[in-house]
Each structure stands twice: as C-alpha cells, then as structure tokens.
C-alpha cells in the first residue's frame, strides 16, 4: 500500500526547500507525489484539481470566502485544502494507505464564518463533509498537537457526534459532545507529553474507532518556534509512531497528516522528511 504527498507551489517561506527536500523519498515505488502547478514532475506526478465554491460553502460561509478571497492568499489555501480533501478521497477509496498534505495557509483556526492566524480554510472539514456525504463514510477522528487551540476545527464540530476532535493545547480541559480538549502545560517534557499522547490517544481513538484518523500536526510548540512550549523536535516524530500504530489497530493505517503551525525552514527540512519516512516504511 502507498503513500501520497500532495504539495502545491504557494507555499510561503518555511517549505521553500520543497520538495526538493524530498529527494530520495519520492523515488520510491510507494509514494505518490500529486502538485498542483505542474512545476515539477518527478515519476508518479499527478495534478491536483481544486475544490469547487459549492463544496467549501458547505462548510464555511459565502461572506467568510469573500473575506478569504480579499486576503490575497486564497488561491494558496484553496490548494491546502484541496491537497486534504483529495487525500482524503484517496485513501478513502483504498488507492493510498496514508498521506501527507502540504498546506501553506493551516487549518484549525478557520471555522465556519471567522478564520485568523494564517488560517483560512479547514480542509479536515471540507474532506470529512465529503466522505460522508459521497463515500458512505461515517466516523472520523482529528487529533491536532499544533500548540495552539483549534477554534475553528473545534466550532466546525462540537454538536457532531461522528467527529472525535481531541485538541492538544494551552486550554483547560474540557469535552463537549465528541470534543475533547486536553491541557497541555507550558514547559511540558517530552516523555510526558507523550504519555498524555498516549492515554487520550488509546482512551478515545480506540473507543471511537474512527474510519479515519487526520492528524493536525505543527511544529510550532518545538523549543525556538513561536509557540514554543518545550517540545525538543525528536518528539514528533514519537508521536507519528504512535498514530500510526494507533490507525494501524483501529482502522487499517488510515492516516491523513496536515501539515499545520511551524515557521522554521530548518525544522522544515528536518522533521516533514522524517515524518513522511515513518508514514511509508
Ligand atoms: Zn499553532
Ligand atoms: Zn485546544
């Protein structure tokens, strides 16, 4: 079974050595490289199409996309999003195992009429409302370590029982219906925070049991980023281990991972190839 990165061009200055950086692990006769400009063709290029008005209006309101669109960055986040969603559909239909998607503009801070934080459109929300509506597919898990609050992913679904969201940030803890939020203190050590990874990991996914599993990963709460809370940046990568042997117990190795918060194109270079790599061995 494969893996697909979906990547397209307007990206911003943190993935300016992609997907260069990625040499050697496009090469591989598991892994699907679909762009969206037809830039760079490396073997098994496909194009990205992107998302029709009528399915992003599903989700977020007419006057939210205006205001988008007056951002000057919607074509860029129309691109994210449309990387999630045909993601989605992929390994929706058994043609990927898992993904990873590229997003220039995030995700979780766009609900359904407010977005901030570079954030314009939630693609996890675009792809779920997809899946259920044209592929039959019911339950779905996010689980979001970006460092901060996911309001406009936990809006999007906090009366949507087919939704886990399990949220890891500075917040207080709380659950509303199938949103789950998880305090995750200042200075956190690697080793606890992985242990809180992986009690509400097994407690709820498992339970869940999700068809599913988007993973809202950013890299902005590693030491020196702007979220900075004290994750060294070998952390993510523990943490790819363990949802991707979570999705393998409890739904076939059904993983989405959407790229979200992080700055450094150092960190860039260093940790995405790592993930990807844990994603296809
Ligand atoms: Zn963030
Ligand atoms: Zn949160």
């Given at each position: 079974?494969?893996?697909?990165?979906?990547?397209?061009?307007?990206?911003?200055e943190r993935?300016?050595?992609?997907?260069?950086?990625?040499n050697?692990?496009?090469?591989?006769?598991?892994?699907?490289?679909?762009?969206?400009?037809?830039?760079?063709?490396?073997?098994?290029?496909?194009?990205?199409?992107p998302?029709?008005?009528e399915?992003?209006?599903?989700?977020?309101?007419?006057?939210m996309?205006?205001?988008?669109?007056?951002?000057?960055?919607?074509?860029?986040?129309?691109?994210?999003?449309?990387?999630?969603?045909?993601?989605a559909?992929?390994?929706?239909?058994?043609?990927?195992?898992?993904a990873?998607?590229f997003?220039?503009?995030?995700?979780?801070?766009?609900?359904?009429?407010?977005f901030?934080?570079?954030?314009?459109?939630?693609?996890?929300?675009?792809?779920?409302?997809?899946?259920?509506?044209?592929?039959?597919?019911?339950?779905?898990a996010?689980?979001?370590?970006?460092?901060?609050?996911?309001?406009?992913?936990?809006?999007l679904?906090?009366?949507?029982?087919?939704?886990?969201?399990?949220?890891?940030?500075?917040?207080?803890?709380?659950?509303?219906?199938?949103?789950?939020?998880?305090?995750?203190?200042?200075?956190?050590?690697d080793?606890?925070?992985?242990a809180?990874?992986k009690?509400?990991?097994?407690?709820?996914?498992?339970?869940?049991?999700?068809?599913?599993i988007?993973?809202?990963?950013?890299y902005?709460?590693?030491?020196?980023?702007?979220?900075?809370?004290?994750?060294?940046?070998?952390?993510?990568?523990?943490?790819?281990?363990e949802i991707?042997?979570?999705?393998l117990?409890?739904?076939?190795?059904?993983?989405?991972?959407?790229?979200?918060?992080?700055?450094?194109?150092?960190?860039?270079?260093y940790?995405?190839?790592?993930i990807?790599?844990?994603?296809?061995?």
């Amino acid at each position: 079974m494969c893996t697909g990165i979906f990547f397209h061009y307007q990206q911003g200055e943190r993935l300016k050595d992609f997907p260069q950086a990625l040499n050697g692990i496009l090469e591989k006769d598991n892994v699907f490289f679909y762009d969206a400009l037809y830039l760079s063709k490396p073997r098994s290029s496909f194009d990205l199409e992107p998302i029709p008005i009528e399915t992003l209006h599903k989700i977020h309101s007419p006057g939210m996309i205006d205001r988008v669109k007056a951002t000057g960055n919607f074509e860029g986040a129309l691109y994210s999003a449309a990387g999630t969603l045909s993601a989605a559909i992929k390994v929706c239909s058994d043609e990927l195992l898992n993904a990873f998607v590229f997003t220039g503009y995030g995700d979780h801070h766009a609900g359904s009429n407010f977005f901030s934080g570079g954030c314009y459109l939630t693609g996890a929300a675009i792809a779920i409302h997809e899946l259920q509506e044209k592929f039959g597919a019911k339950r779905f898990a996010i689980i979001d370590t970006d460092a901060h609050h996911g309001d406009g992913t936990w809006e999007l679904f906090e009366n949507n029982p087919t939704v886990l969201y399990i949220c890891f940030c500075s917040g207080s803890s709380q659950e509303k219906i199938q949103n789950v939020n998880v305090h995750v203190p200042f200075k956190i050590k690697d080793s606890v925070y992985t242990a809180l990874a992986k009690e509400s990991f097994e407690k709820l996914v498992k339970v869940f049991k999700p068809e599913i599993i988007f993973w809202n990963w950013g890299y902005d709460g590693t030491i020196g980023e702007y979220g900075d809370i004290g994750l060294t940046p070998e952390l993510h990568m523990k943490l790819a281990m363990e949802i991707k042997k979570l999705a393998l117990e409890v739904c076939r190795g059904r993983v989405i991972v959407v790229l979200c918060g992080g700055s450094r194109r150092d960190l860039a270079v260093y940790l995405i190839p790592r993930i990807i790599k844990i994603l296809v061995d």
